[in-house]
């Protein structure tokens, strides 16, 4: 009882930023961008989360900076692909690497030592168990948004056909850049939790291609943020299982790529049997 209640509380936890990274996708996907960037997004959220609660000693303080970080790093990402219509696999792929590299950067800038930070205050278990229980309501507010609400159509008429949404009234360039920015917002959490929530410093490569895997969730949970809470799940059980076979005498290296070697076989079984926004990742030219 107790083995299987840790395994819970640890797919939780390795959940919860694959959902937060998800749900800042879905928003995206939905209003017609694909969003490569949400690993960039992740690592801006992480980074300046631990900036921020250096800086001020407060770990709120920290994860303030953490979001507002990835926001800008998103609103960036939702100008270059929407005014200048610019390829969104290459703006999300250059996000990536521009938020890696100036976090890597940054680390010898801030605290004067390459590859991980110093510790810092952090949010503790309470607030790591706050931030869990505010991405599982996220995701019902979200999906509500977006079936319900007057917002959440026009962001799904700009992902379906942006010109006839056009010819409606609605803006499709403001719209999307809009979603794309909240949902960047939300990213950038999942970093915060990552920094500040399940440890207390930023470390090189602490994302980990989750980013990647929150793309996958986006996919298996078939653009719907109640889908890519469901997925987020599935991925954090098999991250999670990881720790817990540890001593199986089954090779660390297999151990270390359940998540993906799972996010593979759900894509691969999911291929052909879910339909995207139709205009999803394409430009929108006025």
């Given at each position: 009882?107790?083995?299987?209640?840790a395994?819970l509380v640890l797919t939780l936890?390795?959940?919860?930023?694959l959902?937060y990274?998800?749900?800042?996708g879905?928003?995206?996907e939905?209003?017609?961008?694909v969003?490569?960037?949400?690993e960039g997004?992740?690592?801006?959220?992480?980074?300046f989360g631990?900036v921020?609660?250096?800086?001020?000693?407060n770990?709120?303080v920290?994860?303030?900076c953490?979001?507002?970080a990835?926001?800008?790093?998103?609103?960036l990402?939702a100008f270059?692909?929407?005014?200048?219509?610019l390829?969104q696999?290459v703006?999300?792929t250059?996000?990536?690497?521009?938020?890696?590299?100036?976090?890597?950067?940054?680390?010898?800038?801030?605290?004067g030592?390459p590859g991980?930070?110093?510790?810092v205050?952090?949010?503790?278990?309470?607030g790591?168990?706050?931030?869990i229980?505010?991405?599982?309501?996220?995701?019902i507010v979200?999906?509500?948004?977006?079936?319900?609400t007057p917002?959440g159509l026009?962001?799904r008429?700009c992902g379906e056909n942006?010109a006839?949404?056009a010819a409606?009234?609605?803006d499709?360039?403001?719209?999307?850049?809009?979603a794309?920015?909240?949902?960047?917002?939300v990213?950038?959490l999942g970093?915060?939790?990552?920094s500040?929530?399940?440890?207390?410093?930023y470390?090189d490569?602490?994302?980990a291609?989750?980013?990647f895997i929150?793309?996958?969730?986006?996919?298996f949970?078939?653009?719907?943020?109640?889908?890519?809470?469901g997925a987020?799940?599935f991925?954090?059980?098999?991250a999670?299982?990881?720790?817990?076979?540890?001593?199986?005498g089954v090779?660390s290296?297999?151990?270390?790529?359940?998540?993906?070697?799972?996010a593979?076989?759900?894509l691969?079984?999911?291929a052909?049997?879910?339909?995207?926004?139709?205009?999803?990742?394409v430009p929108?030219v006025k």
């Amino acid at each position: 009882m107790d083995a299987a209640f840790a395994l819970l509380v640890l797919t939780l936890i390795k959940a919860t930023p694959l959902l937060y990274a998800s749900l800042g996708g879905v928003l995206s996907e939905r209003s017609g961008v694909v969003n490569i960037g949400l690993e960039g997004m992740l690592v801006a959220g992480a980074f300046f989360g631990v900036v921020g609660s250096y800086a001020s000693g407060n770990a709120i303080v920290g994860a303030i900076c953490g979001v507002l970080a990835a926001t800008l790093l998103a609103a960036l990402f939702a100008f270059v692909v929407t005014r200048f219509a610019l390829d969104q696999i290459v703006a999300g792929t250059g996000i990536n690497i521009a938020a890696i590299g100036a976090a890597a950067y940054g680390l010898v800038i801030v605290f004067g030592q390459p590859g991980a930070s110093h510790e810092v205050a952090a949010l503790g278990r309470a607030g790591e168990a706050v931030l869990i229980g505010f991405a599982i309501v996220l995701a019902i507010v979200l999906q509500l948004v977006i079936d319900r609400t007057p917002w959440g159509l026009r962001v799904r008429a700009c992902g379906e056909n942006p010109a006839a949404a056009a010819a409606a009234g609605i803006d499709p360039l403001r719209t999307r850049f809009i979603a794309v920015t909240i949902g960047g917002a939300v990213a950038g959490l999942g970093g915060v939790f990552l920094s500040l929530g399940e440890l207390d410093l930023y470390s090189d490569g602490m994302t980990a291609g989750r980013g990647f895997i929150a793309l996958a969730a986006v996919i298996f949970g078939r653009w719907n943020p109640l889908g890519a809470l469901g997925a987020s799940l599935f991925f954090g059980f098999f991250a999670a299982l990881q720790y817990t076979l540890q001593r199986s005498g089954v090779p660390s290296e297999l151990m270390q790529a359940l998540p993906y070697l799972a996010a593979l076989v759900a894509l691969a079984g999911f291929a052909g049997r879910v339909r995207a926004p139709a205009a999803d990742g394409v430009p929108y030219v006025k």
